[in-house]
């Protein structure tokens, strides 16, 4: 099985930073895309960036230019930078892998417990 510890959520002002971390652990045999999503209070889940591992990013058009999802693939650990932070990112953001445990297993998605990102006007 695989793990995935987020850390650094918490309450900043709108026009402030965090920075997210995710590290996988456990059983890996290869991670292949690694991201984040995100689902405020009554709201779908949503894909907020993902990490492939040739390098390939993509990004939700509401969070590019403000957002950067980079990669340690030494260190299993996906980032997330978020700049520019509005009120409306407030939310739970769950880490989010594709992983094999074994050249004999099927690609598998993981999920982190989510940490809480909280954005004040």
């Known amino acids: 099985q695989v793990q995935l510890l987020e850390s650094g959520g918490g309450v900043v002002q709108a026009g402030e930073s965090l920075r997210l971390s995710c590290a996988a652990s456990?059983?890996?045999?290869?991670?292949?895309?690694m991201g984040w999503y995100r689902q405020a209070p009554g709201k779908q889940r949503e894909l907020v960036a993902l990490?492939?591992?040739?390098?390939?990013?993509d990004y939700a058009g509401s969070v590019k230019g403000r957002f950067t999802i980079s990669r340690d693939n030494a260190k299993n650990t996906v980032y997330l930078q978020m700049n520019s932070l509005k009120p409306e990112d407030t939310a739970v953001y769950y880490c989010?892998?594709?992983?094999?445990?074994?050249?004999?297993?099927?690609?598998?998605?993981?999920w982190g417990q989510g940490t809480q990102v909280t954005v004040s006007s």
């Open positions: 456990g059983r890996i045999f290869s991670l292949y895309v």
């Open positions: 990490h492939t591992s040739g390098g390939t990013t």
């Open positions: 989010h892998a594709e992983a094999q445990v074994s050249w004999l297993t099927t690609r598998t998605y993981y």
